[in-house]
């Protein structure tokens, strides 16, 4: 269609969300074509306190079901099924769902994912709810617990590359609203049914109705411009404005100046649309083109990733259960009591440290804090076998840090997707690198159903029972 000799003119439009940059191609026997190029790194003109109070409340939300089902673990199928049972009902289901959707989600527009998130939440959740007490309800529970985290695995997936569209504060204010999901669900619970003797049920019961908040905010409050932009307008029409010609040389500079920032978006020339903006296209060269992408992210994104959850979620489904001391030296009356514990000063570490990029964004190699999360692994394994550490206090400290290793991990590795990866390839890069943490929980599922049964064994053995009276 066009010539061989081609030169592009970049422009600018100016439309109600922010600046959309053009390419003028120049065709053979003259005239050119004005291409609409959505500058979705930044929203420009729009804003984005209104961005990140939505990211940050979708971020809880897609995140609390998950939390509390595993706060809720041991209460769900009693002291002598591995707590691993629990992890694994609501991991696999979650792997599954971040294998398959980044390499189909485009198909489906972002309106309806959200009713069909939200759809999946809310009934997950009842059925856990309304199952029957004891080993008559397990096979309910699992089923209601598989229904929530494929809503969750994919949330993930999906806020993810919406956060693409909405500039750099929406990846800062998405980490902070899951890690406070893990500090609200694991503490709420814990106060629920500890310190208030609220139900398990009754508690359940009144967490199925949060799904609402996830489809009013999108509907009522994101700003949807920059999303019908990047999918050709949404019935909008763009107001051109022409840059004259001797600016044209410019405009690198400057866009460079104006991403300057934390999470600096690198500029990109390419008139590729966006992954998920042309859901008409063939599905099975789209698949192979995504299964290439995806190679590229293993060892710098995907391999840390999973490392770190490998690590903190072997401790706390394998090893934390059995980290038990004598009730007179600690703040609790019942050695039940121990597993809430650990679980919401976890989550608090991982709030801490998901709602630091905006001041704190790890440089160095990701591997580092992987490496210092299988440490802590280590460590807290060798106590549970061999008690060295002088009390309960102490582990706290140890399960504190690793919540925030475990939090700098996760929001540093999409940042630096974000920062690093080409503007066209972004969107989908953010949903496919998700798939490393749903890995690593899955085999740390597997990994702690049988530490927790093999450490508890061992201290039965040697005299500590406690694990036996939870």
């Excluded at 709810?129 to 598989?146: E, H």
């Excluded at 956060?163 to 503490?187: D, I, P, Q, R, V």
């Excluded at 540093?412 to 490393?436: H, K, Q």
Aim: a negative charge.
């Amino acid at each position: 269609m066009f010539g061989r000799d081609r030169r592009k003119v970049f422009g600018r439009v100016v439309a109600p969300f922010g600046v959309v940059r053009t390419s003028r191609v120049e065709a053979v026997g003259g005239g050119s074509v004005d291409l609409a190029l959505v500058d979705s790194s930044r929203a420009v003109g729009a804003d984005e306190t209104v961005f990140g109070i939505v990211a940050r409340e979708e971020g809880l939300i897609n995140n609390l079901f998950y939390v509390i089902i595993l706060s809720a673990a041991l209460d769900l199928v009693g002291p002598s099924i591995p707590k691993a049972t629990v992890l694994l009902s609501s991991i696999i289901p979650g792997l599954a769902t971040n294998l398959v959707v980044p390499y189909t989600i485009h198909l489906l527009p972002y309106s309806l994912r959200i009713l069909l998130l939200a759809a999946l939440s809310t009934c997950g959740m009842l059925v856990v709810a309304l199952s029957p007490a004891g080993s008559a309800g397990i096979a309910a529970k699992v089923a209601g617990i598989v229904l929530a985290n494929i809503s969750s695995g994919g949330g993930e997936v999906n806020f993810l590359a919406l956060t693409h569209f909405y500039g750099t504060t929406s990846l800062a204010a998405w980490g902070s609203g899951t890690g406070g999901a893990g500090l609200l669900g694991a503490g709420a619970y814990a106060l629920a049914t500890t310190g208030l003797g609220f139900s398990v049920q009754g508690t359940l019961l009144a967490s199925a109705v949060i799904p609402v908040g996830m489809v009013l905010s999108f509907f009522c409050l994101l700003p949807l411009g920059p999303l019908k932009a990047a999918r050709g307008g949404g019935g909008k029409e763009l107001e051109y404005e022409s840059v004259p010609a001797d600016e044209d040389e410019n405009v690198h500079a400057e866009d460079t100046r104006e991403q300057s920032g934390l999470l600096a978006q690198p500029d990109t020339r390419d008139t590729t649309p966006p992954h998920s903006s042309n859901p008409s296209a063939p599905l099975l060269p789209t698949l192979h083109a995504n299964l290439l992408r995806a190679r590229s992210l293993l060892l710098p994104y995907m391999v840390p990733l999973f490392l770190v959850y490998l690590a903190e979620y072997t401790i706390n489904q394998g090893v934390a259960p059995t980290l038990l001391f004598p009730l007179a030296r600690t703040p609790f009356t019942h050695y039940r009591d121990f597993y809430p514990a650990y679980a919401t000063i976890y989550q608090l570490g991982v709030f801490v440290s998901r709602s630091s990029l905006p001041f704190f964004r790890l440089r160095s190699s990701l591997y580092v804090p992987s490496g210092l999360q299988v440490l802590n692994l280590v460590v807290l394994t060798a106590h549970a076998v061999v008690p060295f550490l002088p009390n309960v206090w102490v582990v706290f400290g140890v399960v504190f840090w690793e919540g925030l290793l475990g939090g700098l991990v996760y929001v540093s590795t999409y940042a630096a997707v974000r920062e690093e990866v080409a503007e066209e390839e972004r969107e989908f890069s953010l949903g496919a690198v998700t798939v490393s943490d749903s890995a690593g929980i899955f085999v740390a599922g597997l990994l702690g159903a049988w530490m927790e049964g093999a450490l508890c064994g061992w201290q039965v053995d040697h005299g500590r029972h406690w694990c036996r009276r939870l």
